[in-house]
């Protein structure tokens, strides 16, 4: 229940309307997003459905610091010690709490409409330490290899990754998934999105989970250069 496999070892968790992510190895975990507010008590279940104590979870690593992404960050930090890592643009936000910067919305009508009904930059987060700062083309050394892509445009500080080589590529909100590849709700600068997202479909990867919508299991890169072309 909430608790979705992705492939080997990588787990899809539904906290709120915006998706976690957990990676599993060497024993370690590392989640990557913290979703809404109130939803530590999923993270911690799934940490038990695995056999794992909380204190497993070493690693919560961020796609960027919007409020659906870190809600529950504070209380997963308190219940698990895990050491977190976000892009130095955002880690201010994260650790303020708010508020956050103004995107415009997105073009599309579920895009419109969901951006009138849940985004709200002034929307206040419990602020929490960002322990290390991540930058563009860094290989993080933990689940087995995390290499962080930025991806600006939606938000300047996001951050996509490759997973393990090619096996997954975690996209955050460069793309949704929720009726098949769309843009995300809203653009900080739409233009840079749009160069996110050809940065994206021009890598090669199996799998691909969101921060909000559908995981892709088999072909993805190529769905996403379809989407670009
Ligand atoms: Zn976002
Ligand atoms: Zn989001």
Redesign the pocket.
């Known amino acids: 229940m909430g608790m979705n496999k992705i492939t080997e070892n990588a787990w899809l968790l539904a906290l709120g309307n915006?998706n976690a992510i957990l990676l599993q190895h060497g024993g370690e975990l590392t989640l990557i997003d913290a979703g809404f507010p109130g939803k530590a008590g999923v993270v911690l279940d799934a940490i038990a459905q695995l056999g794992k104590r909380p204190t497993d979870l070493k690693h919560l690593v961020f796609t960027h610091s919007?409020p659906?992404?870190i809600g529950s960050a504070a209380a997963i930090v308190r219940a698990t010690g895990a050491r977190t890592y976000m892009h130095a643009v955002d880690a201010p936000l994260a650790e303020s709490g708010g508020p956050f910067r103004p995107m415009t919305a997105a073009r599309g009508l579920v895009q419109r409409i969901a951006f009138r009904t849940v985004w709200d930059p002034n929307e206040q987060m419990e602020p929490f330490k960002i322990d290390q700062h991540i930058a563009d083309a860094e290989t993080l050394p933990l689940a087995g290899g995390l290499h962080a892509i930025h991806v600006p445009g939606h938000d300047a500080g996001q951050l996509a990754f490759l997973w393990q080589g090619s096996r997954l590529l975690i996209a955050?909100?460069v793309f949704t998934n929720i009726f098949g590849l769309a843009d995300?709700?809203g653009f900080e600068d739409e233009a840079e999105g749009r160069r996110s997202q050809r940065k994206l479909a021009a890598l090669q990867f199996d799998r691909a989970v969101f921060?909000?919508g559908n995981a892709i299991l088999s072909k993805a890169s190529e769905r996403f250069r379809r989407k670009m072309r």
């Open positions: 915006a919007h659906d992404h955050g909100d995300p709700i921060g909000h």
